[in-house]
């Protein structure tokens, strides 16, 4: 007999139907969600998106090209994420398994819609059924390995890392999608019974079903149409969630990817025209962000590896790299709340004493899974202040002693001679 199952089987006419309902219901929610945020980056300056896909078709892959390469190596590659330990580990098999569980539902709708046209053009059987059903069963145990080892570092709570009720409802519905996945694919075999290696390329549904192997064929077949919908809705709730929860990291991230241009070291001049065009200097409302910029926002995950490689923050002074990105989104979130012409003072919510305690070092750019450039956004919000006669701290003594003494330790202008002679063995404060 060819290995092989029928896509469906099982569930009736009336459960397909309202499970295209549900689907397109969820879906729908997603959609909306994600307008939802998109709407909000579209207040930042705009970043002339179009230009990357004018031209030529050499000039416009010469366009697209680093931020694909990005895509790529750091999101599909995953690159950044790895280095960590544990949870790089369990990152890898969450983002494996899942990959591969979004790939294997996919393949098996395209067949559904390729049966429907013939009979004939159905592929789901034989060897290429043998090494699905293997590869998805192991797949979903790396995806079940990385949510536990998520969740007991939840329980452990690192301090650099974001919690949030929600990221408990996440965890809880990857656990429950993948425990109800096997016991769907258990239950189908007790009552379809495949032998041989049809049913042994399944291993963990050929394991479970043998505990069930008394059931009767008509308790299994109404126990697996249950277990059917209680997955589909879980996997229905989890796609609905991906716009409000952390999961949105997986959206916006490879956008920011493809977007963003760290560039480590070089700081982004400001020209006079731009100072005269705008009429400012840096960022004193949250529009004066660029729309990529507000969509890195979104990208961030809390996953706090800026805040453990910033000297500043490790001498505690006031600043993690992390909160500064959660403070900016929170103040991007009030956007639709405020009239279209009032301010949205970001200095409101950051301390000029944070900004002013970046040491300019990149190691937050650096580290970044998803390359947020928490610099820029800190030099631009500080540019502001300096435009503004905002210095403070060293900073601060320093330009003014510049401008009363014309040097930036206020030594007297008519005893230059001699503290010059000093100052080249020692420099007071
Ligand atoms: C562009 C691709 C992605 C990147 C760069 C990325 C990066 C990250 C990083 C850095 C973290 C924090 C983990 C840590 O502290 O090491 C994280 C958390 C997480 N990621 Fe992703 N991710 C990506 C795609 C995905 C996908 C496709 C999934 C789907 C399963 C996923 C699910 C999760 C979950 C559930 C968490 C939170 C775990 C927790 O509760 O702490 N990610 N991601
Ligand atoms: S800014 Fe980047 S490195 Fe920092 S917490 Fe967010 S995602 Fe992690
Ligand atoms: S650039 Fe600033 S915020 Fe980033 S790690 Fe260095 S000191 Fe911290």
Redesign the pocket.
């Known amino acids: 007999m060819t290995p092989t199952r029928e896509t469906f089987g099982n569930i009736s006419t009336t459960s397909q139907v309202a499970f295209y309902f549900v689907a397109t219901a969820s879906v729908a929610v997603f959609v909306y969600g994600v307008w939802r945020r998109a709407r909000l980056w579209q207040y930042g300056q705009p970043i002339h998106f179009r230009q990357l896909f004018t031209g030529r078709l050499s000039q416009i892959f010469a366009n697209i090209a680093p931020g694909l390469r990005r895509?790529f190596v750091?999101?599909?590659g995953?690159q950044?994420?790895r280095g960590?330990g544990l949870?790089?580990w369990?990152?890898a098999g969450?983002?494996a398994?899942?990959?591969m569980l979004?790939l294997g539902t996919t393949l098996l709708e395209v067949n559904h819609l390729a049966e429907m046209v013939s009979k004939n053009l159905s592929f789901h059987h034989g060897i290429y059924y043998v090494i699905y059903e293997f590869t998805l069963d192991l797949f979903g145990i790396l995806?079940l390995l990385?949510?536990v080892l998520?969740?007991g570092?939840?329980l452990w709570k690192?301090p650099s890392?974001g919690h949030r009720p929600s990221?408990?409802l996440?965890?809880a519905l990857?656990l429950a999608i993948g425990l109800t996945g096997y016991a769907v694919e258990a239950l189908r075999m007790v009552w379809q019974q495949p032998v041989g290696i049809g049913a042994r390329c399944s291993p963990v549904g050929y394991w479970l079903a043998s505990m069930m192997s008394h059931w009767t064929e008509s308790q299994a077949r109404a126990a697996h149409l249950g277990v059917w919908w209680l997955h589909s809705l879980l996997v229905f709730g989890f796609i609905a969630a991906i716009p409000f929860t952390?999961?949105f990291?997986?959206i916006a991230?490879?956008m920011n990817?493809f977007l963003s241009k760290p560039v480590l070291g070089q700081l982004k001049p400001v020209t006079l025209e731009e100072a005269e065009r705008d009429g400012r200097i840096g960022v004193s409302d949250i529009r004066h962000l660029n729309t990529q910029q507000l969509l890195s926002l979104d990208a961030c995950?809390?996953?706090?590896?800026c805040e453990d490689v910033c000297p500043a923050f490790a001498t505690h002074k006031p600043l993690s790299p992390k909160k500064v990105i959660q403070d900016l989104k929170s103040v991007m979130e009030r956007l639709p709340d405020v009239a279209v012409d009032a301010p949205l003072n970001p200095h409101e919510v950051i301390e000029a004493e944070t900004l002013w305690s970046c040491t300019a070092c990149s190691a937050c750019v650096f580290v970044c899974?998803?390359r947020i450039d928490q610099l820029s956004l800190i030099l631009d919000l500080r540019r502001h202040l300096t435009s503004e006669g905002g210095l403070s701290g060293t900073a601060a003594t320093a330009l003014r002693r510049m401008q009363s003494s014309a040097n930036p330790w206020g030594f007297p202008q008519d005893e230059r001679a001699n503290w010059m002679q000093s100052t080249s063995t020692s420099q007071p404060d």
């Open positions: 895509l750091d999101g599909l995953q950044r994420v960590r949870p790089s369990a990152h969450l983002f398994g899942f990959m979004l995806f990385g949510t998520f969740a570092r939840r690192p890392v990221d408990w996440v965890l990857f952390r999961l990291h997986f991230g490879p990817l995950m809390e996953c706090g590896r899974p998803v």
